[in-house]
């Protein structure tokens, strides 16, 4: 494989983080400034992105570190607890945005249309910084992250052409309009984060398995004559951890136990099940089991 100097992932992680960081402070001055309601919702999803940079650069650091006998599953869910607090401050400022972009629909207040032009041009020229910075890397997270700074560069076109037709026309209303759609598209992305991390803190089953499945696998092994007593979470939504019951025949020989059990535990690494617990019972011994 070719060596990369511009491929490392955190580096250009970090570098996206301060970029969007100090930025973030730059818009919310000249939204301010400005008085635009738009550049004020661009500068709320910009603090998302420092946000959920922030953390991955944090964690890329923290999260690595191994377990601990007071933390024995090591670090990975400080992920959660961070896409939770992050979550949160981030549907206060949407609906703060849209309690204020929404009255202005009625009584449209004057913006400084020239004002929003310098801030969207630097807007733009911010955008193409970091994509051309993360573009050069080549792991699927830095493609995923190229794709969705074009997406906030195309924002910041948005905003740039709303602020000419501003200053050749007196249609104020375009100012909050465009704010509201990038609210109500930062709010509908939150929300579908906050929903997913809600689902993991309950220990939901992960989305793309769930225990019917995982016994089904068991229950194809020949040797396996019942499954009880399983239990299935997640993480942080990547890495799954699984518990059940196993039981077969008290005539099987030992070895034959062994195979059956490696053969088990296989599958479940092939589903992103890193950490599982199997208690092989025997048939002819009672288990206090919970049924459900
Ligand atoms: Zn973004
Ligand atoms: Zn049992």
Redesign the pocket.
């Known amino acids: 494989m070719k060596h990369d100097h511009n491929s490392h992932p955190e580096k250009n992680i970090g570098f996206a983080f301060f970029l969007k960081i100090s930025f973030t402070l730059i818009e919310l001055i000249g939204g301010y400034l400005t008085n635009s309601i738009a550049v004020i919702s661009n500068a709320l999803h910009d603090l998302e992105d420092s946000l959920s940079l922030g953390v991955a650069w944090f964690l890329e650091k923290i999260a690595k570190k191994e377990s601990t006998p007071h933390f024995s599953y090591g670090y990975k869910r400080l992920s959660l607890l961070a896409a939770l607090i992050n979550a949160i401050i981030l549907l206060i400022g949407s609906i703060f945005i849209l309690s204020e972009a929404i009255p202005r629909l009625w009584s449209p207040e004057q913006s400084n249309a020239e004002g929003m032009i310098f801030v969207s041009i630097i807007g733009m020229i911010v955008n193409a910084i970091a994509i051309n910075k993360v573009s050069k890397g080549s792991t699927q997270n830095e493609k995923i992250i190229s794709w969705h700074l074009l997406g906030d560069l195309l924002s910041w076109v948005a905003v740039f052409i709303a602020s000419i037709i501003m200053i050749f026309s007196t249609i104020t209303i375009l100012d909050p309009l465009l704010s509201i759609f990038i609210t109500l598209y930062i709010f509908w992305g939150v929300g579908k984060n906050f929903k997913s991390t809600t689902m993991l803190f309950l220990q939901a089953a992960p989305e793309s398995l769930d225990i019917k499945t995982v016994e089904g696998f068991f229950k194809e092994d020949k040797l396996v004559k019942d499954v009880?007593?399983t239990h299935l979470w997640s993480l942080d939504g990547e890495s799954h951890v699984l518990s059940s019951?196993i039981v077969v025949s008290c005539e099987i020989p030992q070895n034959q136990v062994k195979t059956l059990k490696k053969r088990l535990k296989n599958k479940l690494l092939e589903n992103n099940i890193k950490y599982s617990t199997l208690?092989m019972?025997f048939d002819d011994e009672p288990?206090k089991?919970f049924h459900s």
């Open positions: 009880h007593n019951h208690e019972e288990c089991k």
